[in-house]
């Protein structure tokens, strides 16, 4: 491990996103995108970034040969995303908020050796 993980916000990752070489609606054809779809804070702020949706962790297992589920919506099983959705059908797009950030702060921040495989 390298550093340690800095928060980006919203308007830093929607910046990065909008960079990126963005495709059409595979549902529509449309390519009118708006990212991030909530926004309920200050949008510059890196010491706390709200308006992020989360997926919740869910555990599958076999019981009595039926499948069962466990889903945790506690913030120690919560992926936060970032939403792109078209504007002309609807169809969403979830982006790994963490991957995001990680990747808008490198790239705002070039440092040399900072590759973890
Ligand atoms: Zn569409």
Redesign the pocket.
Known sequence: MSEKFKLVSLEAADDWLVRLDKKR??????H?WVLRGTLKSEPTSTQAVAGLRSLPETRLYLLEDAVKAEITYGASGALPVITAR??????LYLFDYFKVAELCHNATNPKADDHDD
């Not at 609606?25 to 449309?30: A, F, S």
């Not at 078209?86 to 169809?91: A, K, R, S």
């Open positions: 609606c595979p549902w529509c054809d449309g009118n078209c504007e002309d059908c609807g169809f």
